[in-house]
């Protein structure tokens, strides 16, 4: 490639609820040029397809104390998708960003240098420091390894609700959805609203005591999908239940949701550490890569949350970013791995802060792999206790729950990783 | 140029109607030896039953263009692989389909395999291949340092190759469109009728008639035989399933990792792709449905378990793929190609699990065969030649050419992210010699919605534009 090369104060990769908080908070508190790429023609990010409410309402507890902080540029309430969306470009353009859409960033060509093509050509921008807020998405059928013909009518929910609702195609006529996450639920929705009569959601969870929405949707609980069949087009999903019967229910399509994984290329391209557990870029509570000057927001560190969680970390990632251009910032490299011990799945953030900081809404975030009833939390580093904590309710696979952060003063920076472990 | 999809089958050839030769079967063998024919001035058609080229065995393989250094050492396979390899790297660097030779190592996990080293070199200089050569365990691990602990040492072949499985028929079919050669898709024989002049072939689409006939119908190539009246070979499929990881895990592999061969056949191999993906596969299962392109549990369950010992770090890397290939056994290690003057046919059939690599070898030796029975080939002449749009990651993709993107900002408009595919390159394939008829057919033509998110970005983008240029 030959291209141009420019420098920009802050460069923020993806301009999803992530990148467009940041890039609105970094702008109105000057820190001069700030610039967010996108690579789809329109910005917004996952929302801008997601055509249901809850959007930017009310937050939970910690995490709303912590907006409350900040003066939030969204509105109270929830809202669709493609509205949130729409703010969320409107805000970051009127506190001064810059926004270019349809250009991708291809590759590195420096610790805080990045490749981009888009129509007008490839560029070469250096930044002083660079946000990633790539997103996440859904594991495609391939990765989940089902077996069986590769038919078509197979999808993911970010490729149904693109197709319903960006682009009015034609989806099948009978579906099944695979998942009971409630992206799961807003897959159902999408279905309905494309006129496809949903057979069944399916999921491969033991039922559980209180049910979600989609009351005229059959719940087929601790069912796992052992195949597709279908030629051309897709003709039925194949599954055995715990007790081991098996069925395989008719249907032209089948929605996998659920089961993300941060879009975390651009990170690993770049030689940049990432977590085992989350599979994003390794980060602190200062939202702080393996690379200075290298931060990182929103789904791309821990796949999905709702949306107002990832631009509360874009807003969040405002303060580091701006000590970093101010010459303020801590030396990186003192943080210890949290790293935690099955059945719980992975923990965000995933390294100690800067002397001792404690992360957003002064909680850590954890999923686990399989449901755990009030489990009892036990950090430790070195075989030393630093903290327990009794969870007052159930934990369940595909949901957020936390961890207090007040043991984090107590890490030994020169300790090994602090462990986290459930009982 | 010809292309057909649907209805009555042209019958402007000659005052009877009649195609001077028709190659049943659009697979890479049966495109190459439509090739061939377009050398020469005859009316040829290639029919096929799908609606692409490509669309059986071809489009679902390993993708190694083979040194034939394993072969059985004097047979027609050996043979034809090893001038169809040279044959292929050339036409390939001719026209731009994507090779990488990166070699392959044999890797020894114990010491009978160890042992098996010298003899499987010797076989290779029997196949006149001399540049294999015998390594030790801790050459081995400087070149794979990924590799499984316990591997002893490996036989070198160090020009196996990397080829793109998609542009190689799509190539040669380009090439024998241009050149005049009928291309009947969705075109399905399905009886045959031959009398002392031509032989008349009912197909799906109508009736067809030609002087000559080839028969490159893969898994089908029996079938087609018996409707000729012979019982000479029957093919069953064995089943390869294979699972492609994502690009992220292209560092952990330098070369083709190959086991050792045991007596249940080539085995489970480790590959890059030319795409910058890593293969694992494929299985080996005798089956009896030619249909039986699913992939099984149990398959890919084995094929984590070797690909584990062969590079543990892989099995942690994202799947972008899982798919499944039939090869066409007949019970004979060699394939059985066949003339007959008297019925002027030729059959190509059990062209097992080096097609790919020797088509281009068996294209020109069918034209011998042809000959044999009364064809008049008269003098060839040159084809046009034809620039294949690059799908390697060793070449130059569109994406980051500055000048091209400058003479076209469609080139610089991507698509499918994952894949880097740009609107420009969806377009040419669109609206290409051979385009395709699905989306599938246009992910074999651009990899657009064939990355690790499969869709979720792009799918219904990319469909669009497929919609609206094909609807
Ligand atoms: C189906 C579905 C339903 C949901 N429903 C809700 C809901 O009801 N309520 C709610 O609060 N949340 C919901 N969410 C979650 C919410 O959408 C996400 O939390 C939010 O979009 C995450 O924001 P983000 O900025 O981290 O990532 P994204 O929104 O994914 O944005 C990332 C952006 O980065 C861009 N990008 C990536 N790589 C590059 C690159 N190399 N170059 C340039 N650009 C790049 C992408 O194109 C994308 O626009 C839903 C999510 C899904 C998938
Ligand atoms: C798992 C696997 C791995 C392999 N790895 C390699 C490798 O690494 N290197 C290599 O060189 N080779 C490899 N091969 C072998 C190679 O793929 C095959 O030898 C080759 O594709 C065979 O091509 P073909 O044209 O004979 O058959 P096909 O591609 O199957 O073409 C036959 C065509 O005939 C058509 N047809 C059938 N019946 C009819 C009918 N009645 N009327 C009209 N059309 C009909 C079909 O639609 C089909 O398109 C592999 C094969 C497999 C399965």
Redesign the pocket.
Known sequence: MTGHARDVDVLI?????????AGAELAAAGAGRVEI????QE????????C??????RLERAAHAWASATASAYAQG?TS?PV?ARRSVAAALDAGAELRTG????GWAGPRTVE?TGPAGVERIAARAVVL??????RPRSARLIPGTRPAGVYT??EL?QAVHLYGQRIGTRAVVVGDE??GH??VA?LRAAGVHVVALVTDQPPRPVRLRSPHTPLLTAATVTGLTGRTRLSGVALRHDDGRTTTLRCDTVVL?GD?VP?H??ARRGGILLDPGTRGPAYDAAFRTSRPGVFA?????HA????????Q??RAVAVPVLHRLAGTDEPAGGGRPVVVDAPLRWIAPNVTGPDGARPQGDRFVLRTMRRLSRPLLVVSQDGRELHRQRLLSAAVPGRPFHLAADWTDHVDPHGTAVRIRAQ | MTVTLTGPLPSEQDAEGTYDVTVVGAGVVGTAIARELARHRLRTALVDASDDIGNGTSKANTAILHTGFDAVPGSLEARLVREGRDLLADYAAETGIPVERVGALLVAWDEDQLAALPGLRDKAERNGYHAARIIGADELRSAEPHLGPGALGALEIPDESVICPWTTPLAFATQAVRAGVHLHLNCRVQDIASDAEAHTLTTSRGPLRTRHLVNAAGLYADEIDRLLGHDVFTVTPRRGQLIVFDKLARGLVGHILLPVPGPAGKGVLVAPTVFGNVLLGPTAEELDDKTATGSTADGLDLLREKGHRVVPALLDEEVTAVYAGLRAATGQEDYRIQEYPELRYVAVGGIRSTGLTASMAIGRHVMGLLAATGLDLTEPRPLPPVTMPNLGEAYPRPYRDADLIAGDPAYGTLVC?CEQVTLGEIRDALSSTVPPHSLDGLRRRTRARGGRCQGF?CGAAVRALFEEARP
Do not use: I, K, M, S
């Not at chain 1, 999905?304 to 631009?311: T, W």
């Open positions: 990769v993806g301009a999803g609820p992530a990148g467009l908080a790429l996108e690579r789809e910005a917004g990010g996952v929302p801008r397809h997601c249901h409410g809850g959007f930017g309402g929830g998708g949130y250009v991708t960033v291809t981009t807020a790539t997103g996440a998405r859904e929910t970010g609700q409630p992206v807003a897959a999408t949701t993300f879009d290329e651009l927001a929103g789904n791309v560190l999905v949350e709702r949306a107002e969680f990832a631009a970390e874009g | 992210h970005y």
